[in-house]
């Protein structure tokens, strides 16, 4: 079956600017407020340097916009800094705000040269204001940076800033400082990781 490319040209607001929404995929379905895709699918946003990977998509119209991508498949988003993947997608393309289950986050963090890497069952993102948080219910999430391995119920992570907040039962452990905690609450400041924590019990190797 040939590829079925479609170009859509988005007014995300009449006064700032114009986005354009590139996809191909083996088969499409149109309508006026909703458009099905299946196959495999390839979503380019150029100005957002955001890539989607699926198999089984839809992009809605809502206040006469298309700016809302739902995918109940696995997904995998790739935009400036990382990689995002995971299923139940809900985007919306003019705020750059997304929702996902069961994901993984893999990003380059601003102010170290380490990789970021995150797995959660719920994870909120905000690719403009470069913001990503998630919980876990049944299990913790996983995160590690380096050194550093930690597990927890919730997180949020601002990658201009340069922190990642845990709470919830933080089981941390940094082979570096040779120590293990746990923890109500730990921030991690990434450029060095120090951190701070409340409510802490630590452990210290010493050697």
Same mark, same amino acid.
């Given at each position: +079956?040939?590829? /079925?490319?479609?170009?859509?040209?988005? !007014?995300?607001?009449?006064?700032?600017?114009?986005?354009?929404?590139?996809?191909?995929?083996?088969?499409?379905?149109?309508?006026?407020?909703?458009?099905?895709?299946?196959?495999? /699918?390839?979503?380019? !946003?150029?100005?957002?340097?955001?890539?989607?990977?699926?198999?089984? +998509?839809? !992009?809605?119209?809502?206040?006469?916009?298309?700016? #809302?991508? %739902?995918? *109940?498949?696995?997904?995998?988003?790739?935009?400036?800094?990382? !990689? /995002? @993947?995971? #299923?139940?997608?809900?985007?919306? %393309?003019?705020?750059?705000?997304? &929702?996902?289950?069961?994901?993984?986050? #893999?990003?380059?963090?601003?102010?170290?040269?380490? &990789?970021?890497?995150?797995?959660? @069952?719920?994870? =909120?993102?905000?690719?403009?204001?470069?913001?990503?948080?998630?919980?876990?219910?049944?299990?913790?999430?996983? /995160?590690?940076?380096?050194?550093?391995?930690?597990?927890?119920?919730?997180?949020?992570?601002?990658?201009?800033?340069? *922190?990642?907040?845990? @709470? =919830?039962?933080?089981?941390?452990?940094?082979?570096?400082?040779?120590?293990?905690?746990?923890?109500?609450? %730990?921030?991690?400041?990434? =450029?060095?990781?120090? +951190?701070?924590?409340?409510?802490?019990?630590? @452990?210290?190797?010493?050697?």
């Amino acid at each position: +079956m040939k590829k /079925i490319a479609i170009f859509f040209f988005l !007014i995300v607001s009449l006064i700032f600017f114009t986005k354009t929404i590139h996809v191909s995929s083996d088969y499409i379905e149109p309508t006026d407020n909703l458009i099905k895709y299946k196959g495999s /699918i390839l979503l380019r !946003i150029d100005e957002d340097n955001l890539k989607l990977l699926t198999q089984k +998509m839809a !992009i809605k119209k809502i206040n006469n916009k298309w700016s #809302t991508l %739902v995918a *109940e498949n696995n997904v995998k988003i790739e935009f400036e800094n990382g !990689i /995002i @993947e995971g #299923t139940n997608l809900n985007y919306n %393309v003019e705020t750059q705000v997304g &929702t996902l289950k069961d994901a993984s986050l #893999t990003i380059h963090d601003s102010k170290s040269t380490e &990789t970021i890497s995150i797995k959660c @069952e719920n994870l =909120e993102f905000n690719l403009k204001e470069k913001d990503f948080r998630g919980t876990g219910k049944n299990d913790k999430i996983f /995160i590690s940076k380096g050194s550093i391995v930690a597990k927890a119920f919730k997180f949020y992570y601002n990658r201009t800033k340069g *922190e990642i907040t845990l @709470e =919830e039962n933080v089981d941390l452990k940094d082979n570096k400082k040779k120590i293990k905690l746990l923890a109500k609450k %730990v921030v991690i400041f990434t =450029e060095t990781n120090n +951190m701070k924590g409340e409510d802490v019990k630590i @452990e210290i190797l010493v050697e």
